[in-house]
């Protein structure tokens, strides 16, 4: 292959490790925000937690598997992103600690405000990271400034803030939180599932419309005429994705069942997980090429920031070998854990710690 070629592909795999991410990371997400809402009480807070508990922590791992594919693959990407971004990501990272704090150390104590304690620790760190990453990816739709040799971002921190970033930060926080209330519907039964089936009721409506806006305005403010390494068919390609990201989150809105049905619940939570597919899908399209930077003189772009063939083929024998193991492993953790869970499953509160490896 040669070197442009093994350049797209890495584009694409990378592209691919993210959006998996926000797939599988976006419901558990969505539900470690919804504990203050439906997880009131402690047994169905517990219910909520072992739905996830099994999985969160492989989850994660497509992030990390994201960021090292980026370091290697792209290496000018990954400096002038983490060098620029250094305060938000970092807020991403501590957001991450958080949660992983929260899932290991919330059981070895009996103590209820212990317990609450890391419970709520979840909770922020899932808004957190939800918050900042999509108020980063917006940004990368819009393209943000670099200039110099090296290249660095321009822009001040504060300028990352301007309404579109906003409006994705407020979509990705509404979308998973959707995406995680239709996931417990499909995982739980009795109150915990009634509860997640008003959620999706009450939210899927504003993350429906918060996505609308969000493509369109993306669309019409920020074209993909702006990015000088796409064709003129990836405007109608972004709009295409774009209305398909809606109509998929529209339709995981309808097919939600108030009475359990496996099948509606399993099409909406496909819904939902498309609608997000579709989104990033759409975002990365209008990084093709600017890698999410705008470049006064196009010095900086996805050639200039890529690492060496040499580099790019290894990479690419190793990932043909073990990503394959990695998405079947996931696969089967997923269909050992696919029951429904509910509060008689909890067993009786107990005074005594419990070991990290006993329960959640």
Not at 143 to 164: I, K, R, S, W
Request: aromatic residues 14%; contains cysteine; glycine residues 10%.
């Amino acid at each position: 292959m040669t070197h442009e070629q093994l350049i797209f592909i890495w584009f694409l795999l990378i592209a691919v490790l993210w959006i998996g991410f926000f797939f599988l990371e976006g419901f558990d997400f969505g539900v470690a925000m919804l504990y203050p809402v439906i997880g009131k009480d402690p047994t169905e807070r517990r219910v909520m937690i072992n739905t996830v508990g099994p999985t969160w922590d492989g989850n994660e791992v497509w992030l990390i598997t994201a960021g090292g594919a980026m370091f290697a693959a792209f290496p000018g990407w990954y400096a002038t992103l983490f060098s620029g971004l250094y305060l938000p990501l970092l807020l991403v990272l501590l957001g991450l600690i958080a949660r992983g704090v929260a899932f290991e150390y919330r059981a070895l104590m009996p103590d209820d405000n212990w317990r609450d304690t890391f419970d709520w620790s979840a909770t922020i760190g899932s808004l957190i990271v939800s918050l900042v990453l999509g108020i980063a990816f917006a940004n990368m739709w819009r393209g943000m400034p670099v200039a110099g040799d090296p290249p660095h971002l321009t822009q001040g921190l504060l300028e990352l803030f301007h309404p579109f970033g906003l409006l994705g930060g407020a979509l990705t926080v509404t979308l998973f939180i959707v995406h995680g209330a239709v996931f417990l519907c499909l995982k739980t039964a009795d109150s915990v599932r009634e509860k997640a089936n008003r959620a999706v009721k009450m939210l899927g409506p504003i993350a429906v419309a918060l996505l609308a806006a969000f493509i369109v305005i993306g669309n019409i403010a920020y074209p993909a005429s702006n990015n000088p390494y796409l064709g003129s068919g990836a405007g109608v390609a972004m709009w295409v994705t774009g209305a398909i990201s809606v109509a998929a989150l529209g339709y995981a809105i309808v097919m939600h069942s108030e009475s359990g049905n496996q099948a509606r619940e399993n099409q909406a939570f496909i819904g939902t997980g498309l609608s997000i597919l579709m989104l990033f899908v759409t975002i990365f399209i209008k990084m093709y090429g600017t890698l999410g930077f705008v470049s006064a003189d196009d010095s900086f772009n996805m050639n200039v920031a890529a690492s060496t063939p040499y580099t790019l083929r290894v990479m690419s024998i190793a990932a043909l070998i073990f990503v394959p193991i990695v998405l079947a492993y996931s696969a089967w953790s997923y269909y050992i854990f696919r029951k429904r869970i509910s509060t008689k499953n909890m067993p009786a509160a107990t005074n005594a710690p419990v070991s990290a490896t006993s329960g959640y």
